[in-house]
């Protein structure tokens, strides 16, 4: 029959107590569409009007039954054989899981049918019924109206409907129905045969093992609903009653005791049957007081669960009737039952119970986080106590730091002298002694101690727990009672409050210090201790607030170190950690206290100056932390063999107030990189001209971001002359830049820019791919020429040069012995141990190396024979001044000499005359460049340098 899920609320004075009808209203409550239930009442109704109005006196529960049954065949339609397929769904719920499982108890469908007119007799009056086995599984069951209740078709139908499900109890299907004759068509009675298939194989214990999982699900659904009812209200005594009422219905018996204790604290409570209450009383007392078995006429069954023993259930019949097993199984069934409710009864009272002292830790939780002093915080929670802990005093003492060594006391209850004492016990005293559990004080005056201050102060009972986190103790409460003193006996009561109550305040106080540090840690270094970006930018607001409030002089000074970077390379960050915490320690010992040194991070520095610091002008300040630096660092990591480890610093200055911190940080910011611009160690003011000349950089910089993968980038190429003959042996790669607004620009206008960005990394490493690219076109069409490459300082100190030319060779195809590889002497002392490393890799390549604009860097000859060079690059400036002084001369012999002592080729850049260029050959320079020969070109106009009718003339 189709139908909803839902559930419609019926009157309770509509649903009858008949089994048969109470069913077909739940049925039609959850298995028709909305409106189906209202329908056949309204049909009921209307016929009961009918009988009124035709002077019938009353109507009878006959007359309202079988008019229900009939008009629900009416609105279902189909008549009286819809009823009994409505009737076959009787157990597709379960509604009442005791009354199933007492048939099941019975053993078999032939059992169930034979006591089915038993029951029948006390819940339906208005018929009879008898049944006879006929076979193993094969039954008649026999109906028969009292008069004067008339038979009618709708009620055969429905009841042998239901009758048939009865096998479905023990695993069997439901039973065929064969009808054998009817009393609405004049015969004796209704008669009908049932039979059902014999309850064997897999099929069969499959339905046993859904019938059984279904009248569980029941039996949690109803204990549920016990649960349900002790929390709406209802209260444990409503539910035993119903428990009671149950087992008397379910056991034949004249006598019933329900006897039950539900904790040690509650009233006893005695439900009796058949006997009064004193009598009931002195039946379960005999039980507890009499050990063995109970006579046979006496059924007990223990009212008791996993939580405890609650009692007993009782029936009592005379003393020659005995009771069976089923019996026995159908009692303990309800004092499951009785225990179930009792659990869920304690289980509501315990959660009232910690609902209770939750609410009041929570409100305590709450308020001991807004105070700000552990006094404030220990007064609180004493006052607070008594909520939580039916006591009538309390002494709370709190640590006011890690160490111990200061406490706060609190009392709540006690006079001033009382209290005055007990501050006055000193706290290892008493921690002392502190059991780690709930400590119980001795009821002594000789006991001495807190426990001897509370016995004269007129205690009777005492407890005492530490508060304590993670092992750290933090203090202490007590709680005390000065009358009734067995209010402190559940020690596992008190202790548990007690806990709670100082993990509130542990968590408290801990979270406070927390707090505290986390504040500390958010404004500070990690590393050196010194205000961070946050503190510091919060200062400088205040200092500029005082500047323009007070006319107050004020600088901000950005400083970092110079080289840092090589310290962390070559000694290890740990020395470079020691480094930082020296360079902290001098730069704030160096200062006034009013003045603010602050770590932004890295290698940076901030210093806040104010006031008479600057009497004598920022660069006096400047000056002094420049000068601190100068005595090197004596570091204990590295050692009494190690050298000293010396620092500079280059540092930017922004004076006077600004409109917001961002701004003054910004200025000393570009001062510091004009600093850095300038050659470092020194400082420099800020002026706004700066700013500018900052801008324009960084809109430079974006430009070349965004020039990076296009074709904006190209190469030009300058050939390389033996000069000796006047051949190209080699050209020399050079950068330009297409702009797509400025147009052409030369590498002085954006290398610069391109290595402070570090965008060089990537633009390098194009170079030496498109320069490998270009030397193996011309080797392929026959002109085997070699390829100088400029490496710059960045590629060198990111360890990416040596990867860029592997790949550029593997890539190309180009034979390593004709690339060159020119590097400049400033380059290679920035990092002369890193540099060496790379340099012998790449000569282990086959890759030559030369130095680029030899003689204007600073490197010594002994560094010089470290590296593996095969040619030096004498710098234009040197070439320009030949033939203008006898110095010039002088130096140009020199470097030429110098070369040639270390049997390395000597190169002249920059040659742009005839006579420059024959002093040269007088000099015997190897190979030269310059404007002389050519400028630097596209390849196509490089490659006509590749015949003899390109070489130039000597003439």
Request: proline share 5%; hydrophobic share 40%; with cysteine.
């Given at each position: 029959m189709p139908g909803k899920d839902k559930a419609i609320p019926v009157p309770p004075e509509r649903l009858s107590g008949d089994p048969l009808t109470q069913f077909l209203v739940e049925y039609l409550q959850g298995n028709t569409p909305e409106g189906t239930l209202d329908e056949v009442y309204r049909l009921v109704d209307a016929s009961r009007t009918v009988a009124l109005f035709n002077g019938e006196a009353a109507w009878t529960p006959y007359a309202e039954r079988r008019r229900m049954l009939e008009s629900a065949g009416v609105v279902l339609g189909g008549g009286p054989e819809t009823l009994t397929e409505v009737g076959r769904c009787v157990f597709d719920t379960i509604r009442r899981p005791e009354m199933l499982e007492l048939l099941q108890v019975l053993g078999s469908p032939?059992?169930?049918?034979?006591?089915?007119?038993?029951?029948?007799?006390?819940?339906?009056?208005?018929?009879?019924?008898?049944?006879?086995?006929?076979?193993?599984?094969?039954?008649?069951?026999?109906?028969?109206?009292?008069?004067?209740?008339?038979?009618?078709?709708?009620?055969?139908?429905?009841?042998?409907?239901?009758?048939?499900?009865?096998?479905?109890?023990?695993?069997?299907?439901?039973?065929?129905?064969?009808?054998?004759?009817?009393?609405?068509?004049?015969?004796?009675?209704?008669?009908?045969?049932?039979?059902?298939?014999?309850?064997?194989?897999?099929?069969?214990?499959?339905?046993?093992?859904?019938?059984?999982?279904?009248?569980?699900?029941?039996?949690?659904?109803?204990?549920?609903?016990?649960?349900?009812?002790?929390?709406?209200?209802?209260?444990?005594?409503?539910?035993?009653?119903?428990?009671?009422?149950?087992?008397?219905?379910?056991?034949?018996?004249?006598?019933?005791?329900?006897?039950?204790?539900?904790?040690?604290?509650?009233?006893?409570?005695?439900?009796?049957?058949?006997?009064?209450?004193?009598?009931?009383?002195?039946?379960?007392?005999?039980?507890?007081?009499?050990?063995?078995?109970?006579a046979a006429h006496v059924l007990v069954s223990d009212v008791a669960s996993e939580r405890g023993h609650y009692g007993y259930l009782v029936a009592i019949r005379s003393e020659l009737n005995s009771f069976d097993a089923r019996e026995r199984s159908v009692l303990e069934s309800y004092a499951r039952l009785a225990a179930s409710a009792l659990d869920s009864e304690a289980a509501v009272v315990e959660a009232r119970r910690q609902a209770e002292t939750a609410q009041a830790l929570l409100a305590l939780s709450s308020s001991l986080g807004g105070f700000s002093t552990s006094d404030e915080m220990a007064q609180h929670l004493a006052s607070m106590i008594p909520s939580v802990i039916d006591c009538d005093r309390v002494i709370v003492s709190l640590a006011l730091s890690a160490n111990e060594t200061t406490w706060a006391y609190a009392t709540h209850g006690f006079d001033l002298a009382t209290d005055a004492e007990l501050r006055a016990i000193a706290p290892p005293t008493f921690s002392g002694s502190l059991d780690p559990g709930l400590y119980r004080h001795p009821v002594d005056a000789a006991a001495g101690g807190l426990s001897a201050a509370l016995v004269a102060s007129g205690s009777l009972a005492a407890r005492s727990l530490g508060i304590t986190l993670n092992g750290e103790l933090f203090g202490w409460i007590t709680v005390d009672v000065a009358a009734h003193p067995e209010r402190l006996d559940d020690d596992i009561e008190i202790a548990e409050r007690l806990r709670g109550l100082a993990g509130q305040a542990a968590i408290a106080i801990y979270n406070a210090r927390l707090l505290e540090e986390i504040r500390y840690q958010a404004l500070h270094d990690s590393l050196t201790g010194l205000p961070n970006r946050v503190l510091i930018l919060d200062r400088v607001d205040q200092a500029m607030a005082r500047s323009r409030r007070d006319h107050v002089d004020m600088a901000l000074f950005f400083i970092d170190l110079d080289g840092f970077k090589d310290v962390n390379d070559n000694l290890g960050h740990k020395i470079g950690d020691d480094l930082l915490r020296g360079v902290a320690a001098r730069f704030t010992g160096t200062l006034r206290e009013s003045d603010t040194v602050a770590r932004l991070g890295g290698d940076e520095f901030v210093v806040l100056a104010e006031g008479m610091a600057l009497a004598a002008g920022p660069e006096l300040v400047a000056e002094r932390l420049l000068e601190v630096l100068a005595e090197p660092f004596e570091l204990s990591e590295l050692g009494p063999s190690q050298i000293p480890v010396t620092v500079s610093a280059s540092i930017g200055i922004a004076v006077g107030p600004r409109e917001s911190s961002e701004e003054l940080f910004r200025d000393a910011d570009v001062a510091l990189y004009r600093a850095k611009e300038a050659g470092k160690h020194r400082y420099v003011i800020f002026e706004s001209e700066m700013y500018t000349t900052m801008h324009s950089r960084h809109e430079l910089e974006l430009d070349l971001q965004a020039a990076i993968g296009t074709d904006q980038f190209f190469l030009c190429y300058q050939p390389i002359f033996n000069l000796s003959d006047m051949s190209v042996i080699g050209v020399e790669a050079l950068l330009r830049w297409n702009h797509p607004t400025k147009g052409l620009l030369q590498p002085d206008e954006f290398i610069p820019a391109l290595e402070m960005s570090g965008l060089i990394i990537p633009v390098g490493r194009w170079v030496i791919n498109e320069a490998c690219r270009q030397a193996m076109v011309w080797r392929d069409m026959g002109q085997a020429v070699k390829m100088s490459v400029n490496a710059s300082a960045r590629q060198l100190d990111e360890d990416t040069l040596l990867d860029h030319v592997c790949v550029a060779l593997e890539e190309s195809g180009l034979p390593a012995e004709l690339l060159i590889v020119e590097i400049t002497e400033t380059c290679l002392m920035r990092d002369a141990k890193g540099a060496l490393v790379q340099l012998n890799a790449l000569k282990a390549l086959g890759v030559r190396i030369a130095i680029d604009d030899f003689g204007t860097g600073y490197s010594s000859l002994a560094y010089l024979q470290q590296f593996p060079v095969d040619s030096l690059k004498i710098d234009r400036s040197f070439i320009a001044g030949m033939g203008k002084s006898p110095e010039g001369d002088t130096l140009i012999h020199t470097l030429i000499q110098l070369g040639k002592a270390l049997k390395l080729e000597t190169l002249a850049e920059g040659i742009e005359d005839s006579e420059q260029l024959a002093q040269l050959r007088g000099e015997k320079c190897d190979v030269g460049q310059g404007y002389f020969f050519a400028r630097p070109a596209k390849p196509r106009e490089i490659e006509k340098f590749f015949t003899p009718a390109g070489v130039p003339t000597l003439a």
């Open positions: 032939a059992a169930v049918y034979e006591a089915l007119p038993h029951f029948l007799a006390l819940h339906a009056p208005a018929f009879k019924m008898s049944t006879e086995q006929i076979g193993p599984n094969e039954c008649r069951v026999q109906i028969v109206m009292i008069p004067p209740n008339e038979p009618f078709r709708e009620l055969c139908a429905f009841g042998l409907g239901m009758a048939s499900t009865l096998p479905q109890l023990f695993g069997f299907s439901v039973a065929d129905i064969s009808h054998e004759s009817c009393q609405c068509d004049g015969d004796p009675c209704c008669s009908a045969r049932f039979r059902w298939d014999a309850a064997e194989g897999s099929e069969a214990e499959a339905r046993r093992a859904d019938m059984k999982i279904r009248l569980l699900e029941a039996r949690l659904a109803e204990l549920q609903s016990t649960v349900a009812e002790l929390g709406s209200g209802d209260g444990l005594a409503h539910v035993l009653t119903r428990v009671m009422a149950g087992a008397t219905r379910a056991v034949e018996a004249p006598k019933f005791v329900l006897d039950i204790k539900a904790s040690a604290g509650s009233n006893r409570f005695i439900r009796t049957k058949g006997l009064d209450e004193a009598e009931g009383a002195a039946v379960t007392r005999a039980l507890r007081e009499t050990e063995g078995e109970p």
